[in-house]
């Protein structure tokens, strides 16, 4: 089976957070959310089709069905976007996982007029709910997005096998970074609880302190 590299990127704040990396470190597991609970308020929304009232009831409970755990790919390491977004501004941590490329299925981006396209009104309610939830508009293109699917009522999945946690270094290239560290609370505490963190890796999972790009 083909295998790929994706990145879950997570905050590291407070203890909260700590104990929610501890967790997926030593179960492998990652929580998944309903459609309606991710980030984007439009989830779903776009497809422009003459569909009947029926077929649109039964296309929103097969999406509401599904429970979801997004990744990204590619050069995400290198994104300042994602870990501005999801690891709260390099005080947190990428997960690098490998998993089989059947196991998740990856983003296709879409402009809102395209949107619809290949999204037939022959298709089953299930495979035109599932071609929806694979879908975003193209100004999030830059998440390279794949997303674990599953269609059950658990809500923690194991997906795949870490190997590496990549800690963001916030100002670790400055020539005063002690100094930085010193007079701001929140990279204090960020450091601790990455010592910490670090402290409890298995062998088997690598820890690399990640610089922001200059």
């Known amino acids: 089976m083909t295998k790929i590299k994706v990145y879950k990127f997570r905050p590291l704040a407070n203890c909260d957070d700590y104990c929610r990396i501890k967790s997926i470190i030593e179960t492998g597991k990652f929580w998944c959310s309903k459609l309606w609970n991710l980030n ?3 989830e779903g929304v776009y497809v422009i089709l003459d569909i009947s009232r029926g077929i649109l009831e039964q296309v929103f409970t097969e999406k509401n069905e599904y429970v979801i755990c997004a990744f990204s790919g590619g050069d995400a390491l290198n994104n300042h976007l994602l870990w501005g977004y999801y690891a709260n501004g390099y005080k947190g941590v990428a997960i690098e996982i490998e998993v089989e490329l059947n196991e998740i299925e990856k983003m296709r981006y879409k402009t ?43 809500d923690n999945y194991k997906i795949g096998s870490i190997k590496k946690i990549h800690f963001g270094n916030p100002y670790g290239n400055v020539k005063n970074y002690e100094e930085v560290k010193t007079n701001s609370k929140s990279l204090k505490q960020y450091t601790e609880l990455k010592n910490r963190l670090k402290s409890i890796l298995p062998s088997t999972i690598e820890s690399i302190d990640f610089l922001p790009l200059t």
């Open 40 to 42: 984007d308020p439009m």
């Open 112 to 154: 809102k007029e395209n949107f619809s396209e290949g999204i037939s009104l022959s298709d089953e309610s299930s495979t035109i709910a599932k071609k929806i939830i694979t879908r975003k508009l193209d100004a999030w293109d830059h998440e390279t997005e794949f997303r674990f699917l599953r269609k059950n009522k658990e």
